[in-house]
T-cell receptor
Framework: KAGVTQTPRYLIKTRGQQVTLSCSPI?????VSWYQQTPGQGLQFLFE???????NKGNFPGRFSGRQFSNSRSEMNVSTLELGDSALYLC?????????????FGSGTRLTVV | AQSVSQHNHHVILSEAASLELGCNYS??????LFWYVQYPGQHLQLLLK??????LVKGIKGFEAEFIKSKFSFNLRKPSVQWSDTAEYFC???????????FGAGTRLTVKP
């Protein structure tokens, strides 16, 4: 079966711009979680969605937002980009309870803010 | 603050050496524990997981981990590493009834041939 698909793979944006990242989970998976990965910080939890509802949110500013559609696909948006937002953004999907059977991760979107 | 700690930032070993990577967490209550691996240029993959029962769990590629509840630890081990084990390893904790999973900062393992 197809894995978790994230688009685009790479993005270069300038400070102040906004960006939208997309994630298509494995078919049948209803929970989608987003993480920010940076060297030395590991994976920082952004938010988790299930059935179009945000169930949990990490400790990130309001510039970071997301949503989930009825087909379980998810998007995350970052507004007013800052240099520190440069990172690999990972999406992970699971059947229902996040990570209960282990996440399946996508390859990520590498965002560079210049 | 609740956290997942991986104390080793970068570990360098020669092939056939034994490996132990530390992971400690500070969450109370029932937890599910995981180790993920990220090979160079690849996405994160599940290595092994602990839910309940035998605290010694075996994963793929000869890895194992031991859950010690009294120490809030879940250390990853492998008796004899190979060059192909070069990767970054992440410990993760999911608190029961909480809808997110928290990761440690990762440990980069370099195995010299």
């Amino acid at each position: 079966k197809a894995g978790v698909t994230q688009t685009p793979r790479y993005l270069i944006k300038t400070r102040g711009q906004q960006v939208t990242l997309s994630c298509s989970p494995i078919s049948g998976h209803r929970s989608v979680s987003w993480y920010q990965q940076t060297p030395g910080q590991g994976l920082q939890f952004l938010f988790e969605y299930f059935s179009e509802t945000q169930r949990n949110k990490g400790n990130f500013p309001g510039r970071f937002s997301g949503r989930q559609f009825s087909n379980s696909r998810s998007e995350m948006n970052v507004s007013t980009l800052e240099l520190g937002d440069s990172a690999l953004y990972l999406c992970a999907s699971s059947l229902a309870v996040p990570g209960l059977e282990g996440y399946t991760f996508g390859s990520g979107t590498r965002l560079t803010v210049v | 603050a609740q956290s997942v700690s991986q104390h080793n930032h970068h570990v360098i070993l020669s092939e056939a050496a034994s490996l132990e990577l530390g992971c400690n967490y500070s969450y109370g209550g029932t937890v599910n524990l995981f180790w993920y691996v990220q090979y160079p240029g690849q996405h994160l993959q599940l290595l092994l997981k602990y839910f309940s029962g035998d605290p010694l769990v075996k994963g793929i590629k000869g890895f194992e981990a031991e859950f010690i509840k009294s120490k809030f630890s879940f250390n990853l081990r492998k008796p004899s590493v190979q060059w192909s084990d070069t990767a970054e390893y992440f410990c993760a904790v999911k608190v029961y009834n909480n809808n997110d999973m928290r990761f440690g900062a990762g440990t980069r393992l370099t195995v010299k041939p």
